[in-house]
């Protein structure tokens, strides 16, 4: 069965620090695609980046940068130098190749960055 | 593009009333999809629209929930009759078919408090 755990609920820090969010993911499937979203307190999901499971490559955007790892079922997600507007609750989710492609979201971590 | 469309922003009943909530998904979406997130955990997926078609219901309380999507475009679901528990925040989600796991586009949702 699929699971999505983020082990850290609330993450406070404060402007400028780096921040790690963490996510371990658990499926059966050789064929997966995880993805991240930020809910800011508007309340819309917003989608941040997808990966399938044959790239392991990491990925920088800006000061957002993911690190996908098969070996530990893990796909970190790193904001370097945040700012106040990185306030919000980002998820983790996990979706198999075809069926219904519906998302498995974990708990999500809520993240405040102080000024 | 103009995104996903969700009303009423919120919504207070009382135990055993009836609610629909409404949703307009983004033009050329040909999946929807119905999330309800309680608070302080991630979004999990009640049904599943491909067009006008049901691709996934399982996690659907059908003795109370309900949903359609007439002619393939704008959805409801609706909660009757609703109970304390069913307190969350419904998020309408769509995406486009054809693009393998591509990622969903999410709205405001509605904010149900059942009291």
């Known amino acids: 069965a699929q699971k999505v755990t983020q082990a850290q609920t609330e993450i406070s820090v404060v402007e400028k620090e780096d921040v790690t969010l963490d996510c371990v993911y658990e499926t059966r499937d050789t064929t997966y695609y995880l993805f991240w979203y930020k809910q800011p307190p508007s309340g819309e999901l917003v989608f941040l980046i997808r990966r399938n499971s044959f790239d392991e490559q990491n990925e920088i955007s800006g000061r957002y940068s993911w690190n996908f790892q098969k070996s530990t079922s893990s796909f970190n997600f790193t904001i370097t130098a945040s700012q106040v507007v990185d306030s919000a609750v980002y998820f983790c989710a996990l979706s198999e190749k075809g069926g219904s492609e519906k998302l498995v979201f974990g708990k999500g971590t809520k993240l405040t960055v102080n000024p | 593009e103009a995104g996903v469309a969700q009303s009423p922003r919120y919504k207070i009943i009382e135990k055993r009333q009836s609610v629909a909530f409404w949703c307009n998904p983004i033009s050329g979406h040909a999946t929807l999809y119905w999330y309800q997130q309680i608070l302080g955990q991630g979004p999990k997926l009640l049904i599943q629209?491909?067009?006008?078609?049901?691709?996934?219901d399982s996690q659907l309380p059908k003795d109370r929930f309900s949903a359609e999507r007439l002619k393939g475009v704008d959805s409801t679901l609706k909660i009757q009759p609703a109970k304390l528990e069913d307190s969350a925040v419904y998020l309408c989600a769509s995406s486009l078919r054809g693009r393998e796991n591509s990622p969903l586009h999410f709205g405001n949702g509605t904010r149900l408090t059942v009291t």
């Open positions: 629209f491909q067009n006008n078609g049901v691709v996934d």
